[in-house]
């Protein structure tokens, strides 16, 4: 009888650990998604301001007029 209600405690045991372990996978999942929401934010930012940086440096790239007197 020992033998069954030792074995029963350990089962009990394991499944409150997966338990535990499964609220903490969907914990994790969670904040993992979150990030990659605020990386992708971040990428399309960093994005549009390189090109906005590109847009204001292309008149400057080009070449100067030559002054009235040549």
């Known amino acids: 009888?020992?033998?069954l209600s030792d074995q029963?405690?350990?089962?009990d045991a394991l499944e409150v650990?997966?338990?535990h372990q499964d609220q903490t996978i969907?914990?994790?999942n969670d904040v993992i998604t979150a990030q990659w929401?605020?990386?992708d934010a971040l990428e399309r930012q960093v994005a549009r301001m390189r090109d906005e940086y590109q847009n204001m440096l292309a008149p400057r790239e080009l070449p100067e007029p030559p002054p009235p007197h040549y």
């Open 1 to 3: 009888m020992s033998d």
């Open 37 to 39: 929401r605020k990386i």
């Open 17 to 19: 650990r997966v338990t």
């Open 26 to 28: 969907t914990e994790l």
């Open 8 to 11: 029963s405690s350990r089962i």
